[in-house]
């Protein structure tokens, strides 16, 4: 281990010693601390933010920098160091020395680049006289300049601290908040972006075996979710969605038509791809990634192993930059970020690579693929049902022909119902006798139809007026003026507890299915 980038025990027993020299001359502490350093040859960039209370070189840290000097014009005088002048704090009009300094004084491994980028802004900006003035910066400065001298300058010009780089700022204060049970029960509940399946924010990952149909599957979600459409009978809120296509990106187009030829319409316009490469373990990369992403929205990063292609995945410490990176994205663009990922060799294994990867998720799907079909099932989530398996198959579509004639084709993810219950029927007469007359009336064929929007492509829906009907036409014990209301009510019973999807049409008609 390098020296210059670790806090040793040498280092702390000769920061103690100082300190308590410090108490006994009646010395302040940060005096004594700075002398130590001082004496040190190549004093730790750790120990130095330990000493000075200085923010960590971390991802949120950086980020919160960036933007507050983005409103910050480096086209100002040299100055003489100083931001500020007089009793009411108005900034000098030369402050530029005085922010290249406090970045300086950061000890960050990446300030000076910042500090420079920062300053090429400028047409006043030369090569030399940046070099000179960050070599003539003076850590041992009695009273230098500080990084809130620059959050100061930046809030007078408008700036306000991204809330990303809040919530940081309360994870690593150090300090403990006790909560009585009352506090818990008044934090809210899960919020979801796919009901009962991914939730509205954090980390969550698609996965399965080569040709399991997995990125059609997250590229189906993700037109979904950006829309707000019912996939496959979940609840979806309706987001922005960023799909980054690392690989497979000369199929894009096909993929594209296929999905369009199935729903019968365009894509949503929220709907946005991102086929430029981009490594989850470059901070840089990471930092500009979540600067072209609207807040709140969903990102799809297929595939993870084209996002982090020099990593081990096997290894705790790659895989843990691996996951510090999605996270940090995550926090960045305050969304949910999903991974699309393959499985080991050995698939009962789950996901390929080190088990902290599958810890650190908020939710999960596993794509399987074998001699009875494909299916999809829940692997994890947060306050829902584990396990639950749906069966499904990819959709063949033919987009015409190429140059040689030869037929041009793509997939999209349709709902298999290889059986009318994939679930067990309510507990409850009144529900369980409901679900058994609209299964009667959906067998029979009497008014179903197949292709409403928001509905599973393929699957077989009843007008919810006719719902309402059939139900109301078994309640012979209920007084005829009764009959629709229970009818309806057992209807929103069977919604609730996931055998009914229900939709509302461009015409205002409600439909009802059959959940698989």
């Known amino acids: 281990m390098s020296s210059n980038k670790y806090v040793t025990s040498a280092m702390l027993t000769a920061l103690a010693t100082e300190l308590k020299t410090a108490r006994l001359s009646n010395q302040q502490p940060r005096v004594a601390a700075n002398q130590a350093l001082v004496g040190a040859k190549t004093p730790s960039p750790l120990l130095v933010n330990l000493l000075q209370r200085q923010p960590p070189e971390n991802a949120f840290e950086i980020f919160k920098l960036k933007s507050a000097l983005a409103v910050i014009s480096s086209h100002v005088p040299r100055g003489d160091g100083s931001m500020f002048v007089g009793a009411d704090s108005t900034p000098s009009g030369s402050y530029w020395l005085g922010v290249v300094w406090a970045i300086a004084h950061l000890g960050w491994q990446s300030g000076k680049q910042i500090a420079q980028e920062w300053s090429q802004s400028s047409s006043r900006y030369k090569d030399e006289s940046f070099e000179k003035v960050w070599a003539d910066f003076n850590p041992d400065h009695p009273n230098p300049v500080g990084i809130g001298s620059i959050y100061k300058l930046a809030k007078y010009f408008g700036w306000r601290m991204p809330e990303a780089a809040n919530s940081n700022a309360e994870m690593t204060t150090g300090k403990y908040k006790?909560?009585?049970?009352?506090?818990?029960?008044?934090?809210?509940?899960?919020?979801?972006?796919?009901?009962?399946?991914?939730?509205?924010?954090?980390?969550?990952?698609?996965?399965?075996?080569?040709?399991?149909?997995?990125?059609?599957?997250?590229?189906?979600?993700?037109?979904?979710?950006?829309?707000?459409?019912?996939?496959?009978?979940?609840?979806?809120?309706?987001?922005?969605?960023?799909?980054?296509?690392?690989?497979?990106?000369?199929?894009?187009?096909?993929?594209?038509?296929?999905?369009?030829?199935?729903?019968?319409?365009?894509?949503?316009?929220?709907?946005?791809?991102?086929?430029?490469?981009?490594?989850?373990?470059?901070?840089?990369?990471?930092?500009?990634?979540?600067?072209?992403?609207?807040?709140?929205?969903?990102?799809?990063?297929?595939?993870?192993?084209?996002?982090?292609?020099?990593?081990?995945?096997?290894?705790?410490?790659?895989?843990?930059?691996?996951?510090?990176?999605?996270?940090?994205?995550?926090?960045?663009?305050?969304?949910?970020?999903?991974?699309?990922?393959?499985?080991?060799?050995?698939?009962?294994?789950?996901?390929?690579?080190?088990?902290?990867?599958?810890?650190?998720?908020?939710?999960?799907?596993?794509?399987?693929?074998?001699?009875?079909?494909?299916?999809?099932?829940?692997?994890?989530?947060?306050?829902?049902?584990?396990?639950?398996?749906?069966?499904?198959?990819?959709?063949?579509?033919?987009?015409?022909?190429?140059?040689?004639?030869?037929?041009?084709?793509?997939?999209?993810?349709?709902?298999?119902?290889?059986?009318?219950?994939?679930?067990?029927?309510?507990?409850?007469?009144?529900?369980?006798?409901?679900?058994?007359?609209?299964?009667?009336?959906?067998?029979?064929?009497?008014?179903?139809?197949?292709?409403?929007?928001?509905a599973p492509t393929g699957i077989s829906c009843l007008k919810m007026d006719d719902a309402v009907a059939a139900i109301s036409a078994s309640l012979a014990t209920i007084k005829s003026n009764k009959r629709n209301f229970t009818a309806r009510k057992r209807i929103d019973s069977l919604t609730n507890s996931g055998h009914l999807g229900v939709c509302i049409d461009v015409k205002g008609d409600g439909w009802c299915w059959i959940e698989p």
Not at 222 to 250: N, S
């Open 178 to 454: 006790l909560l009585s049970p009352v506090d818990v029960l008044s934090i809210p509940a899960t919020t979801w972006r796919v009901k009962h399946l991914l939730p509205d924010k954090g980390l969550a990952a698609i996965f399965g075996p080569s040709a399991s149909g997995k990125s059609f599957m997250a590229f189906d979600l993700g037109a979904c979710i950006a829309e707000g459409r019912t996939w496959f009978g979940h609840k979806t809120i309706a987001t922005p969605v960023v799909y980054v296509m690392l690989e497979g990106q000369a199929g894009l187009q096909k993929r594209i038509k296929a999905w369009i030829k199935a729903r019968g319409g365009s894509l949503p316009k929220d709907f946005h791809l991102i086929l430029e490469s981009v490594h989850l373990t470059n901070l840089d990369q990471v930092l500009s990634l979540s600067e072209a992403i609207p807040k709140g929205a969903v990102v799809f990063i297929d595939t993870l192993n084209r996002a982090a292609p020099t990593a081990d995945e096997n290894s705790s410490k790659d895989m843990g930059a691996i996951i510090e990176g999605a996270n940090m994205l995550r926090m960045l663009t305050d969304g949910l970020v999903v991974l699309v990922h393959h499985t080991g060799k050995d698939t009962t294994q789950g996901m390929r690579g080190h088990s902290s990867l599958f810890a650190a998720l908020d939710g999960a799907i596993e794509v399987k693929r074998n001699n009875a079909g494909r299916t999809w099932t829940v692997a994890k989530t947060k306050d829902g049902e584990d396990g639950k398996s749906t069966p499904f198959k990819l959709a063949v579509h033919d987009l015409g022909t190429d140059l040689d004639g030869e037929p041009i084709t793509s997939c999209t993810v349709e709902a298999a119902n290889t059986s009318i219950f994939l679930k067990p029927l309510p507990t409850h007469a009144g529900p369980k006798n409901a679900l058994i007359e609209i299964t009667k009336t959906i067998s029979a064929g009497v008014g179903t139809v197949t292709g409403i929007k928001g």
